[in-house]
């Protein structure tokens, strides 16, 4: 018997999380936006505090995506366990 599977309802989500995620893979390796040396931020050229800068940055995006990621299998999880309890009532 084929199962059903619901239309999932978090298709926003996950397409926020992928951007999310993208920016920072983008952001620090894509060369060309950090193959400069000025302008320089105290002794340190623009590649080094360039490539600093998106420390945090990527810290804050890994954990918002993380958490909307969380969310989004939370409310997934309680459709699932609706659909499981009305398949054992038919049965």
Known sequence: MAQHR???KHVGTWIV???LL???VIGTL???F????T???GDFPFFYW???MWVPIVAILAAASYLLSRLAQRGNGANAHALDNDRREVD
């Open 6 to 8: 619901a239309p999932s």
């Open 17 to 19: 999380i992928t951007v």
């Open 22 to 24: 993208a920016a920072a």
């Open 30 to 32: 894509w060369v060309p």
């Open 34 to 37: 950090y193959n400069h040396l």
């Open 39 to 41: 302008p320089t931020l």
């Open 50 to 52: 360039y490539q600093l």
